[in-house]
T-cell receptor, first 112, second 113 residues
Framework: GAGVSQSPRYKVAKRGQDVALRCDPISGHVSLFWYQQALGQGPEFLTY????????KSGLPSDRFFAERPEGSVSTLKIQRTQQEDSAVYLC??????????FGPGTRLTVT | SQQGEEDPQALSIQEGENATMNCSYKTSINNLQWYRQNSGRGLVHLILIRSNEREKHSGRLRVTLDTSKKSSSLLITASRAADTASYFC?????????????FGGGTRLMVKP
């Protein structure tokens, strides 16, 4: 069956531009997570949804980062006024139950 | 910030050899998981070990957990070139209702044919 998909796979933005990253989770998965992975590092948690409710956004690095999942399925991570330090791979994961997470291929964001 | 550290940061071995990677973490946990990431790809779940388990096997993978030392190890036996990837441990801290993962920095494994 289809896994988690993310789009775009690659995004180049000029500093100051807004970007929107999309995640399509596995159908029926209740939980959805966003992680940020800097080059050569492990992923770091950004935010978590259970259905449409954003239950934890403690990992969002600044108020320029915003995530939504309005119908409890597709999620969008938006970054306003991008900065160079936002350059990273943004990973989305979904989960049907406790603990096991299924990851998408990620969106590599480069801010120039 | 990341939960812990992985050791070594990079490992290069010959095909057929065993590869051992270690992970240390800081807080009490519900479980610890290992993931693999091929270059430019997402993470793939390999194995989960619960806090009350000490050892778990899955195919060529063997994972140990020592909660008193807050450490885990992943052993890949009879390695293959296709095992070349980065390997990450990830923990779910005790009391974490959302089950979000806290990752280590990863071990980059290269298996030479």
């Amino acid at each position: 069956g289809a896994g988690v998909s993310q789009s775009p796979r690659y995004k180049v933005a000029k500093r100051g531009q807004d970007v929107a990253l999309r995640c399509d989770p596995i159908s029926g998965h209740v939980s959805l997570f966003w992680y940020q992975q800097a080059l050569g590092q492990g992923p770091e948690f950004l935010t978590y949804f259970q259905n449409e409710a954003q239950l934890d956004k403690s990992g969002l690095p600044s108020d320029r980062f915003f995530a939504e999942r309005p119908e409890g399925s597709v999620s969008t991570l938006k970054i306003q006024r991008t900065q160079q330090e936002d350059s990273a791979v943004y990973l989305c994961a979904s989960s049907p139950r406790a603990y096991e997470q299924y990851f998408g291929p990620g969106t590599r964001l480069t801010v120039t | 910030s990341q939960q812990g550290e992985e050791d070594p940061q990079a490992l290069s071995i010959q095909e057929g050899e065993n590869a051992t990677m270690n992970c240390s973490y800081k807080t009490s946990i519900n479980n610890l998981q290992w993931y693999r990431q091929n270059s430019g790809r997402g993470l793939v779940h390999l194995i989960l070990i619960r806090s009350n388990e000490r050892e778990k096997h899955s195919g060529r993978l063997r994972v140990t957990l020592d909660t008193s030392k807050k450490s885990s190890s992943l052993l890949i036996t009879a390695s293959r070139a296709a095992d070349t990837a980065s390997y990450f441990c990830a923990t779910v801290p005790t009391g974490n209702a959302g089950n979000m993962l806290t990752f280590g920095g990863g071990t980059r494994l290269m298996v030479k044919p």
